[in-house]
Nanobody, 127 residues
Framework: VQLQASGGGLVHAGESLKLSCVAS????????VGWFRQSPGNGREAVSC????????FYADSVKGRFTISRDNAKNTVYLMMNNLTTEDTAVYYC?????????????????????WGRGTQVTVSS
């Protein structure tokens, strides 16, 4: 499966952005999908993951209450709605998926070679 993230941009603190992750080459119906981010000088970290059926989701503590992950399997797309952005959310955001497991296990597998990664999209939040 090939993944492509989009929707990043430059916003001011307190504003919102909605990221999209579109898959091609294979349906994502039962695959857990997640959003991860990496800022300069830091390692890649999990932001949020969602199970194939949307029944479960995982959020990093830093984004709980501000970010919402969702998916539309008919469109082979997973979204990340980001509200009340802060400068600490500035990073390159990536989506990733794998063919097994759930939302929490996917987010915990950030360094696993079992994940299929897409190209990232830059999110920059100015103060």
């Amino acid at each position: 499966v090939q993944l492509q993230a989009s929707g990043g941009g430059l916003v001011h603190a307190g504003e919102s952005l909605k990221l999209s992750c579109v898959a091609s080459g294979s349906p994502l119906d039962y695959w857990p999908v997640g959003w991860f981010r990496q800022s300069p000088g830091n390692g890649r970290e999990a932001v949020s993951c969602i199970s194939g059926s949307s029944a479960t989701s995982f959020y990093a503590d830093s984004v709980k209450g501000r970010f919402t992950i969702s998916r539309d399997n008919a469109k082979n797309t997973v979204y990340l709605m980001m509200n009340n952005l802060t400068t600490e959310d500035t990073a390159v955001y990536y989506c990733a998926a794998r063919s097994y497991g759930g939302s929490t296990s996917l987010c915990r597998a950030v360094h696993s070679e079992s994940l299929s990664w897409g190209r990232g999209t830059q999110v920059t939040v100015s103060s």
